[in-house]
C-alpha cells in the first residue's frame, strides 16, 4: 500500500475533523448501545488496558467523546487522550473530568510529545483513519524501550467489514470517511514489524456482533469465542486486537 503524499494527508485530517464528530455519533449508536455492543465494548476496554499499571504514561490515539478515556484511567495510569477534532475533545474534557487525564488537541502524524514519553500507545478503531506507515512511525517515536501498542482495529477479512469498506454506498451509509480502510492480519502485522515493532501479535476476535438481542448473549457468545479459537474460522472475525513492544525487556 502506498503512502500518501503531503496533500493528501492534510485532506485526510481535514475530513477527520469534519467527520469524527458525526461518525463517533454513528459508531457509538451503531456499536455500543446495544446489549451485544455493551458486551463488545466491554471487552475492547479489557484488551487495551491489560498491560497497563498505576503510575504509567499512557497516550491515547483518537479519544473522540472518552468513551474508553476513563476505563482507561481507573487502572492508575497517567493518561493523555488526544484526538484531531476540536469538538470531540471539548465534549470528552466535560465528559470524564479525572484528575489523572489531559485531554489535547494534536495529530497524531506529528505528536506534541518528545521521543520516548510513553509506556504504552493506545487506541481504538483508529489506525484505520490514518496514514499507516507515518501514524507507526511517531507511535513507536514517542514510546519507551520496553513500551507497548495496543490497538483493536476492524477486520478486512470478515464479510461485513468488507462489503462496509468497499461498497460505496454503505461506505456513505456507515459514515465512513473517503479514506477509511480495514487491514487483514498478516499485512498489518508485516507493517508493525517493517516499522520496527518487535513481539508484533495481530490476533482476529469478536464474532458478537451489536445487533444480536441481548436475551441471546448467554447462548451467543460462548459459540463466539469458541470460532475464535478455530485457526481459519478465527480469521473472519469482526475486529484484530494488535499489540506490538518497543525493545521489549526480557522476562525475570
Same mark, same amino acid.
Request: aromatic letters at 8%; glycine letters at 8%; proline letters at 8%.
Given at each position: 500500500?502506498?503512502?500518501?503524499? @503531503?496533500?493528501?494527508? %492534510?485532506?485526510?485530517?481535514?475530513?477527520? +475533523?469534519? $467527520?469524527?464528530? =458525526?461518525?463517533?455519533?454513528? #459508531?457509538?449508536?451503531?456499536?455500543?448501545?446495544?446489549?451485544?455492543?455493551?458486551?463488545?465494548?466491554?471487552?475492547?476496554?479489557?484488551?487495551?488496558?491489560?498491560?497497563?499499571?498505576?503510575?504509567?504514561?499512557?497516550?491515547?490515539? #483518537?479519544?473522540?467523546?472518552?468513551?474508553? &478515556?476513563?476505563?482507561?484511567?481507573?487502572?492508575?495510569?497517567?493518561?493523555?487522550?488526544?484526538? +484531531?477534532?476540536? %469538538?470531540?475533545?471539548?465534549?470528552?474534557?466535560?465528559?470524564? @473530568?479525572?484528575?489523572?487525564?489531559?485531554?489535547?488537541?494534536? $495529530?497524531?502524524?506529528?505528536?506534541?510529545?518528545?521521543?520516548?514519553? *510513553?509506556?504504552?500507545?493506545?487506541?481504538?478503531?483508529?489506525? =484505520? =483513519?490514518?496514514?499507516?506507515?507515518?501514524?507507526?512511525?511517531?507511535?513507536?517515536?514517542?514510546?519507551? !524501550?520496553? #513500551?507497548?501498542?495496543?490497538?483493536?482495529?476492524?477486520?478486512?477479512? $470478515?464479510?461485513?467489514? *468488507?462489503?462496509?469498506? $468497499?461498497?460505496?454506498?454503505?461506505?456513505?451509509?456507515?459514515?465512513? &470517511?473517503?479514506?477509511?480502510?480495514? *487491514?487483514?492480519?498478516?499485512?498489518?502485522?508485516?507493517?508493525?514489524?517493517?516499522?520496527?515493532? %518487535?513481539?508484533?501479535?495481530?490476533?482476529?476476535?469478536?464474532?458478537?456482533?451489536?445487533?444480536?438481542?441481548?436475551?441471546?448473549? #448467554?447462548?451467543?457468545? !460462548?459459540?463466539?469465542?469458541?470460532?475464535?479459537?478455530?485457526?481459519?474460522?478465527?480469521?473472519?472475525?469482526?475486529?484484530? *486486537?494488535?499489540?506490538?513492544?518497543?525493545?521489549?525487556? @526480557?522476562? &525475570?
Amino acid at each position: 500500500m502506498a503512502e500518501n503524499g @503531503p496533500a493528501m494527508i %492534510e485532506q485526510r485530517l481535514r475530513d477527520e +475533523i469534519v $467527520n469524527g464528530p =458525526h461518525y463517533g455519533e454513528l #459508531g457509538a449508536w451503531k456499536m455500543w448501545l446495544t446489549p451485544a455492543g455493551r458486551e463488545g465494548w466491554r471487552r475492547r476496554v479489557d484488551l487495551l488496558r491489560r498491560r497497563l499499571r498505576p503510575g504509567m504514561s499512557v497516550l491515547e490515539i #483518537g479519544c473522540g467523546t472518552g468513551l474508553f &478515556t476513563r476505563d482507561l484511567a481507573k487502572t492508575g495510569a497517567r493518561v493523555v487522550a488526544i484526538d +484531531i477534532s476540536p %469538538e470531540l475533545v471539548e465534549r470528552a474534557r466535560r465528559e470524564v @473530568p479525572e484528575p489523572t487525564v489531559e485531554f489535547r488537541v494534536d $495529530n497524531a502524524y506529528d505528536l506534541d510529545a518528545e521521543d520516548r514519553t *510513553f509506556d504504552a500507545v493506545v487506541g481504538s478503531s483508529v489506525l =484505520h =483513519h490514518l496514514d499507516v506507515g507515518r501514524a507507526l512511525a511517531e507511535f513507536r517515536r514517542v514510546l519507551r !524501550p520496553g #513500551g507497548v501498542l495496543a490497538l483493536s482495529e476492524p477486520n478486512m477479512a $470478515n464479510p461485513i467489514i *468488507f462489503l462496509q469498506k $468497499n461498497v460505496p454506498l454503505l461506505k456513505r451509509l456507515a459514515g465512513d &470517511t473517503p479514506d477509511e480502510t480495514a *487491514f487483514v492480519s498478516w499485512s498489518l502485522q508485516r507493517r508493525l514489524e517493517r516499522a520496527g515493532f %518487535e513481539d508484533v501479535t495481530v490476533a482476529p476476535y469478536n464474532f458478537l456482533h451489536p445487533v444480536i438481542p441481548g436475551p441471546l448473549i #448467554g447462548w451467543v457468545d !460462548p459459540l463466539c469465542r469458541f470460532l475464535e479459537r478455530i485457526p481459519v474460522a478465527r480469521e473472519i472475525a469482526g475486529s484484530l *486486537f494488535v499489540e506490538a513492544w518497543v525493545q521489549r525487556r @526480557p522476562v &525475570t
